[in-house]
């Protein structure tokens, strides 16, 4: 006991020394009643990590650190996702269209949307590989339990054919026959089939991980991103010049009910492992994504229904450039959600959400402190 | 076929010298992974990954009060546990890996080829243990090998070797599942109740290549109650992903339908 106190003094100097000053004497005295009590001080430039002693326990898992791996793709992968769903959806409305004996300007437009993403998503996936000089690695083997294997298949399928109908759209706008119509009807056949693919399978590429907010929404993820795609997809070609096309406002009003419904279920929806769709930056990247492809775009739409000539074709666009939007930021707040869910020790190790003594989260004296409390005959 | 091998990790015997995380470091040519302070106990590596495979995880609790952090009083209060790729008997990385990279070898590891994998990282979020992790600098991802090149040669992994204590045991799989039982049996006689094994057969994982002794619950040596394989969410996935299709499908037709090609 003498030992310990001897090197704890009861009391600091009533006169600092000359080369003090009594604010600094206070600050110190002040320094060390905190770490008595609490067990640990903190202070400007301080982080004491794992202080005064570190918790392993059952309640705390590991130190807090991080059980799974963060995902490592690059900006490149949610934007991927967008571009992929926006062109499947793109793909199979130009096919209906056509079949239905749309608008040639509409069909046109879907087309080179499909096209245009069909190339895109490629480029973006290659751009994300560690070594993408070894993409075709991919194209060697077809694992149907990947589906990250299944899905390369679908974009390696999607770009040829979106691309190919798109040329032979194009060079029927100058010189019509046979062989072109069929050439467009055939890959755009096939681009339309692949293209139901682009718009659902990243769903479930994320959700088949070891990712708790992903897989834990496996049963609604690729719906959500369908629809996601298909309001893109409409939007993207409604800003192109179809405004006032009634079948791609029906669809659009489609999409913004579907993303409107998918919102309030997550909303309503409280599990820990949907806490990163809600909470911090992940969590205002989504909602924000959810208001923009949902609720306002389907505000905007009958509202547009309502106007007049005049105002309606301008809330179509604000509708559609909305939708747009929202779908970028659904992929990108998704993707972000996942890294948040990763780092989030606690749901791998099934421990308690709440109240779990983290070490950024100690009580307010810790058993050591108050040990050493009670054993120094202390109690200011 | 050879038989499958193993390593039986037993934190009642670790020391945790860390001799394991260097004899990897040096026999597989990994490099350094930083130095950087945790503040976590003796723990300065935090968790295995792409440079780090073999970790010495330090399991320290806070001390009871009467008692000194470290000392030899009752109760103990820091255990050691070396950590390292599960090669999980169905493996998360090696069902995701588009590539086929990923391999099963014939001890039955599971096998990254260095000169396949082409750093799409998707095994990395499929990994239920976070153990694979990519190299941004190489572009490529990177785990424990198993020493698959020591084990052809007939030779045990190199921090099995290195390990003083014999807590790192390598051998054939069943007989350390039997040794493991023996062991736990063992100190549970000398009054060490909370020692236990940490073998998740009963999940989708179906047990792994790489089982360990640990006293206590497992979760404070950060190894999952349940760690499931993510290939069993592909059925839901897939049936959302078709409803999806569906919904794209017919919404499109009904709707050109509807409004008449307009």
């Not at chain 1, 779908?327 to 779990?356: E, M, N």
């Not at chain 2, 390292?84 to 086929?100: D, I, R, S, W």
Request: hydrophobic share 40%; proline share 6%.
């Amino acid at each position: 006991m003498s030992a310990k106190e001897s090197s704890l003094p009861e009391r600091l100097p009533t006169e600092a020394p000359e080369f003090s000053e009594p604010s600094r004497e206070r600050r110190l005295e002040e320094v060390r009643r905190q770490a008595l009590h609490t067990g640990r001080v903190t202070g400007a430039g301080i982080r004491p990590a794992g202080s005064p002693f570190p918790i392993a326990s059952p309640e705390a898992g590991y130190y807090g650190i991080p059980l799974l791996k963060e995902p490592q793709w690059s900006w490149e992968i949610p934007v991927y996702f967008f571009a992929g769903g926006a062109a499947g959806a793109a793909a199979v409305i130009a096919e209906f269209a056509q079949m239905t004996g749309s608008k040639t300007e509409l069909v046109n437009d879907a087309r080179t949307v499909a096209a245009i993403g069909s190339l895109l998503a490629p480029a973006l996936l290659v751009a994300d590989l560690g070594m993408p000089s070894r993409f075709l690695n991919m194209l060697r083997v077809f694992k149907v339990q990947s589906p990250m294997s299944v899905g390369v298949y679908i974009v390696s399928g999607f770009g040829p054919t979106a691309t190919l109908a798109k040329m032979a759209n194009y060079l029927r706008g100058n010189h019509d026959g046979i062989l072109l119509k069929m050439i467009e009807s055939a890959s755009g056949l096939f681009s339309a089939l692949f293209g139901l693919g682009m718009a659902t399978y990243t769903g479930v590429l994320i959700g088949v991980t070891a990712i708790p907010v992903w897989n834990e929404n496996i049963d609604s993820l690729p719906t959500h991103f369908a629809l996601s795609g298909l309001g893109a997809g409409v939007s993207a070609i409604e800003l192109m010049g179809n405004e006032d096309s009634r079948a791609l406002n029906m669809l659009g009003l489609a999409a913004a009910v579907g993303e409107t419904l998918e919102g309030i279920k997550l909303e309503m929806t409280s599990k820990p492992a949907n806490e990163p769709l809600k909470k911090g930056v992940s969590g205002v990247i989504t909602r924000l994504g959810g208001l923009l492809s949902g609720p306002l775009p389907l505000a905007l739409r009958i509202a547009s229904a309502l106007a007049g000539e005049g105002n309606s074709k301008q809330l179509r666009r604000a509708a559609a450039a909305s939708t747009v939007a929202g779908s970028l930021f659904t992929r990108i707040g998704w993707v972000r959600a996942g890294h948040a869910s990763a780092r989030d020790y606690r749901l791998p190790l099934q421990l308690a959400t709440k109240s779990t003594p983290t070490v950024a989260q100690l009580p307010n004296e810790s058993k050591f402190a108050k040990a050493s409390r009670q054993a120094l005959g202390r109690h200011d | 076929m050879s038989a499958t091998t193993a390593f039986l990790t037993d934190s009642t015997l670790c020391i945790g010298c860390k001799a394991c995380e260097v004899a990897c470091k040096e026999w597989n040519g990994v490099a350094e992974d930083g130095l950087n302070w945790t503040g976590f106990s003796y723990d300065n590596t935090g968790a295995v990954g792409h440079s780090t495979w073999r970790h010495v995880k330090f399991v320290e609790h806070p001390p009871e009060p009467g008692y000194g952090g470290n000392s030899g009083e009752a109760p103990a209060s820091w255990t050691f546990s070396s950590d390292v790729c599960k090669h999980c008997e169905n493996a998360g990385c090696l069902e995701a890996c588009p590539t086929g990279s990923i391999v099963r070898t014939e001890f039955g590891g599971v096998y990254v080829q260095p000169d396949i994998c082409n750093g799409c990282s998707y095994c990395v979020v499929a990994c239920p243990f976070g153990v694979i992790q990519r190299n941004k600098e190489d572009g490529r991802a990177f785990k424990c090998t198993f020493c698959y090149d020591r084990q052809k040669a007939g030779l045990t992994p190199a921090c099995a070797h290195a390990c003083p204590t014999e807590s790192i045991k390598f051998g054939k799989l069943d007989d350390l599942r039997e040794e493991a039982n023996r062991r736990v049996r063992e100190l549970n006689d000398r009054g060490i109740d909370d020692a236990m094994i940490y073998d998740p057969t009963d999940t989708s994982v179906g047990g792994i290549h790489a089982i360990f002794v640990t006293r206590g619950d497992p979760k404070q040596y950060n190894l999952p109650p349940k760690p499931e394989i993510p290939t069993i969410y592909a059925k839901q996935g897939w049936r959302s992903a078709a409803i999806g299709a569906g919904i794209l499908t017919a919404g499109t037709l009904l709707a050109f339908l509807g409004g008449n090609g307009r």
